[in-house]
């Protein structure tokens, strides 16, 4: 009898991209509709690796980088919610809401990595961020998130201090890059499929059916 492997799903994202803390929830409701067994890999991508460590103020930055008016934000605003809370997921934009250098998270993600708790850290960061404003530009708070689920809060300050894993972090950014992926949420399935953007559950769904069609 042949043993059908855990469908292998690595993700390519970045902490402060909307659409991939969207993207995922949609993906997570399409897994569950369909039963699929499966293991997430999560990989490193820097939307503005230019943003100063402080930050920058959200619809400021979305202004700058797009041309964006007032009122084009404020719709996109409301479709990001609206799709976060179909997925349950919430968003909770301000005035006051920034955008974030993610470097250091992604050496942190890639410490937790190693322990199995990098899906984990995924999440909670992208809650501290969306929808509870917190400053993840300051390390303290990084390294309450990263007790909050469970880890070392003084290694994690150490991680962040020695910047051990940055090197680790621009080799993964640099290989995925090398492989054409410029945008996110990058979803690749048994390391053949790839599915840029937040799809939808349906179309989750459809794609993993086909997944599971196919031959092993």
């Not at 067994?37 to 797009?66: M, Q, V």
């Not at 070392?152 to 054409?180: G, H, K, N, P, T």
């Amino acid at each position: 009898m042949s043993i059908i492997a855990p469908l292998r799903i690595d993700i390519v994202s970045d902490v402060v991209c909307p659409w991939c803390a969207i993207g995922y929830g949609q993906l997570a409701e399409a897994l569950k509709k369909t039963n699929t067994e499966y293991e997430i890999h999560w990989h490193p991508f820097e939307l503005n690796p230019d943003t100063p460590h402080e930050g920058r103020n959200y619809r400021e930055h979305i202004a700058k980088k797009y041309g964006s008016s007032r009122e084009e934000s404020d719709a996109s605003r409301a479709k990001m919610t609206e799709a976060g809370r179909e997925v349950g997921f919430a968003f909770n934009f301000t005035e006051e809401s920034r955008t974030y250098n993610t470097f250091a998270m992604h050496q942190l993600l890639h410490w937790a990595d190693q322990q199995g708790y990098a899906h984990d850290l995924k999440q909670a960061l992208f809650a501290a961020h969306f929808t509870h404003a917190r400053d993840i530009s300051n390390k303290e708070v990084l390294a309450d998130i990263v007790a909050e689920i469970g880890l070392d809060r003084s290694e994690a300050l150490a991680v962040l201090a020695d910047e051990r894993f940055a090197e680790d972090v621009r080799r993964a950014q640099q290989q995925w890059r090398q492989q054409s992926i410029q945008s996110v949420p990058s979803v690749i399935f048994n390391q053949k499929h790839l599915v840029s953007g937040a799809q939808g559950v349906e179309n989750f769904k459809s794609i993993l059916q086909q997944l599971a069609d196919m031959p092993q």
